[in-house]
């Protein structure tokens, strides 16, 4: 295999994970980290959790999840309500209409792609493992920060409603 059809390869993976975040927010108007933390409050027992609890799932900073968390309450989809017991400790909490955006949000890439590993054998995840680690080290990305979710500023767009 020559070197350029991995490098193909490569911008194929990339290019789908943008395509697949310009559709959602053209469609839903929202960005795949504010349908992560969504689809994260819809799993959550009264559909709340605190701001930590969102950040530690979606692993972006804080000040990236709390503005996710200022445009989805501007948008009416979240709510932020105080603990009862602590008013020092603010829930955020899934709104009627947040749920409703969920119900109508397609199957996202994640969701397909963590679907499709799942059903690799030991072996063969073991083996995709190490050959994505060898990857990460070629492009000398080893010390880089990184979260699951993808966005498309991330990827040299356009800066999103993250």
Do not use: W
């Not at 960005?31 to 689809?39: A, K, R, T, V």
């Not at 799942?118 to 070629?138: G, W, Y």
Request: net charge positive; proline share 6%; with cysteine.
């Amino acid at each position: 295999m020559k070197y350029i059809e991995i490098l193909v390869k490569l911008r194929k993976i990339i290019r789908s994970i943008n395509l697949e975040s310009k559709k959602i927010e053209k469609h839903h108007g929202i960005s795949i980290p504010q349908l992560l933390c969504l689809q994260y409050l819809s799993e959550q027992p009264d559909y709340r959790a605190t701001a930590t609890q969102i950040k530690g799932f979606i692993k972006l900073n804080a000040s990236t999840v709390s503005g996710i968390i200022a445009r989805l309450e501007t948008k009416g989809l979240l709510a932020r309500l105080p603990k009862p017991e602590d008013k020092r400790v603010t829930y955020i909490t899934l709104t009627a209409k947040g749920a409703d955006i969920l119900k109508a949000s397609p199957v996202t890439l994640q969701e397909k792609l963590s679907r499709q590993l799942a059903r690799l054998s030991p072996e063969q995840m073991n083996e995709l493992s190490r050959n994505i680690d060898l990857l990460v080290r070629i492009m000398d990305a080893t010390d880089l920060e990184a979260s699951p979710v993808i966005t498309s500023e991330e990827l040299g767009g356009k800066p999103g409603p993250e």
